[in-house]
């Protein structure tokens, strides 16, 4: 039974009475071991399985969780526990309650919040003050709700209090934007979170424990959605040591204060780590302990056998330190899965990617682009996403910013022409239009507010005579449109013929090779690849471009290979939304940002760039960060090695021409002898 398997401070855990149990589980303490006992002991105690919620930070973390669960309890039983992250499981709930509810990502909730925004013509007001852009002003917004439970005036003008002038009209377009998300059935992640929350406050969920992973990664917002459920039981698992997502909004004061903000809490600690060998635990508890002790704790060897000491690696160049790397990998018995490089800005990884590929090792890097948040892949998702849920207007708008000339206030106008031309039918509007006039779609004026909006006249489908178009396209009421051009047109034909043709189709793979080999997405990938191919000087490499349209068909290929394995559109459009920052491609060495390589381990790790200011980042620390979190990113990176551990800098960069000192953890680990002199001038 797992609770067998346990040593005894993971069973004195596992079985801590009901109540708020806080468990300090640091690196390769076996923490997953701890929950699922933790899990078994309750199964064992009598508890409802359908009452037990299990919080993850990824989907996959759950699954794992359970399926370890299933050696032991039976599949119908261990299926009834609640499980997952904490988007997951409230888009599940609220999926129940609201039907209709569409979850949408980040890039097209900043497409509707930009569309909202450029009502505002800033430009026409006599403004003391530049305003912020759309885009910056939605990310605060969304590190807002993270991080606060109070107004958002009130916590932005704390921030920027110059900008009390325009608060007004921020204001205006978030109230805005929350009215039109409301309207179109859509949420944000945030959403997910703060709509069950909400939710919790008037109706009361039966939960006789929640269990929590990656306590230490938890927001404001999560802590208070915890606090919504009201469960019997808390079961925190994480390690203050570890918080390392203070720049998403994670609050490590959720576990500093647990015991204050719990009374007669449990606190227990995990110390023995199974993972790394003896040299590797003694590096990294010299360097973590100069940070505060929230929680008293040091880690202690629960291996034994032969042990390498941590390698100190100083190159005189840049590229010297990349190229020698890659040697020392090609030439290791490692499998290169069993390795990683770990690094903590991306700009790292592009020397170290380049010498593996030299010298023919494979490698995949995350941390960097999702494949789901590239370009061709979002526009294969939107299209799809708009046939499961015709009223999708942010992927509708989507789509046809890549005609020429339509940006998103237009493509939102021709969305709500699509609506009327249906009678409230989007699919119908496209396709078989009933009415054939064009709607009068200007808001209401508000000189205040710099909304001037033109009116105009209907224009002419005679405009397009000249062109080729088929009948039903021809006598389209959308031609009448007087903003439409020839270009927005021949687009909206590709679109019109794809449409009708995937409309009639049910399985994910069969639509999904309707879309990729369409005339539409070979538009897309003609873009697409221009824009990649150009060069400085704006010239089109040929051969640039033919990668880049090779590289976007492999992709999309990828997606449709992933299309084969399910059977219902809905469900393969919900996986990928939910699931696609969970999925990667390729084998190889390991190409990993401290933040990605988080809960991994490795027998052989590199930790890369180890100079002042890349590592410990400077730029970042001056804003906002701390040198107590970047020692906890070091400190993360160096536990992700079992065996063998380097830790690599070098001296001087030819090209930039810059000469780097070593990382003061480096001296802290007792690898550099003496102490760090803290430079005259800020490392750029």
Known sequence: ????????????????????????????????????????????????????????????????????????????????????TFHAVSYRWLKE?????????????????????????FSRMNLSIEPFS??????????????????????FLEKYPDHEALMDIYMDIIEAFEKEKLEYGFASFNDL???????????????????????????????ALIDALKPNSLFCVGDYDQSIYAFNGANI??????????????????????????????????????????????????REGKSHPPKLLMFNDLFEQYQSIAHSIRTTHIPNHDIAV??????????????????????????????????EIKFL?????????????????????????????LAKEFFQCFLHFGNGHFMQGVLHPKNCDIPKLNPVKNVQLGLFDDDREIGSATRFSHMKLEKAVYGHPLLKHPKITQEGVKFFEDFYTLISKAISLKNPADILHTLIVSTL???????????????????????????????????????????????????????????GNELSEGEGVNLLTVHASKGLEFSEVYVVDLVDGRFPNRKLMSRGGSLEEERRLFYVAVTRAKDKLYLSFAKYDKQKKVEYKPSPFLYEAGLLKGEFEEPATKQK
């Not at 609201?98 to 009502?119: I, N």
């Not at 979170?193 to 006789?208: A, E, F």
């Not at 494979?362 to 590239?374: A, I, N, Y």
Request: glycine residues 6%; contains cysteine; aromatic residues 8%.
């Open 342 to 375: 770990i690094f903590r800005n991306n700009s790292s990884a592009d020397g170290i990617e380049a010498s593996l590929r030299e010298a023919g090792i494979t490698c995949k890097r995350k941390g960097g682009t999702s494949f789901f948040d590239t370009k």
């Open 97 to 121: 309650i609201y039907p209709d509810l569409t979850l949408k990502q980040p890039p097209e909730l900043k497409t509707l919040f930009r569309s909202l925004y450029e009502r505002h013509h």
């Open 253 to 302: 004061e959720n576990i500093a204060t647990f015991s204050e903000r719990y009374k007669n809490a449990n606190i227990f600690t995990l110390k023995t780590n199974y993972r790394s060998s003896a040299p590797i635990l003694s590096l990294a508890n010299r360097v973590i302990e100069r940070n505060e002790r929230i929680y008293p704790k040091k880690l202690e060897v629960g």
């Open 521 to 579: 997405y070979d538009h897309i990938t003609e873009i697409l690849s221009t824009q990649r191919g150009r060069l400085k000087s704006g010239e089109i490499d040929k051969e640039k471009k033919k990668q880049a349209k090779e590289r976007i068909l492999r992709k999309a290929n990828l997606l449709f290979q992933l299309s084969r394995q399910y059977k219902d559109l809905n469900r393969f459009v919900n996986a990928m939304v939910l699931g």
């Open 1 to 84: 039974m797992p609770l067998s398997t346990l040593n005894a401070e993971q069973l004195s855990a596992a079985t801590a009475p009901l109540g708020h149990n806080l468990i300090i589980a640091s690196a390769g303490t076996g923490k997953t071991s701890t929950i699922v006992g933790r899990i078994a002991h309750l199964l064992h105690a009598g508890a409802e399985p359908s009452k037990i919620l299990l919080l993850t930070f990824t989907n996959k973390a759950a699954g794992e969780m359970l399926a370890r669960l299933e050696r032991f309890f039976p599949k119908q039983v261990v299926a009834k526990i609640q499980s997952g």
């Open 193 to 223: 979170l703060l709509r069950t929350k909400n939710y919790l406050h008037s109706h009361s969920v039966s939960l006789q424990e929640v269990l929590v992973d990656e306590y230490q990664d938890t927001n404001t917002l999560q802590s």
């Open 134 to 155: 759309a885009t910056f002003l939605y990310e605060m917004y969304n590190l807002y709700q993270n991080a606060s439970l109070e107004g958002f005036d009130v916590w």
């Open 381 to 409: 998702l939107d299209v799809l996403s708009l046939l499961v849920n015709p009223k999708d207007m942010m992927a509708f708008i989507h789509i046809f910013e890549y005609a020429s000339g339509i940006g998103s206030a």
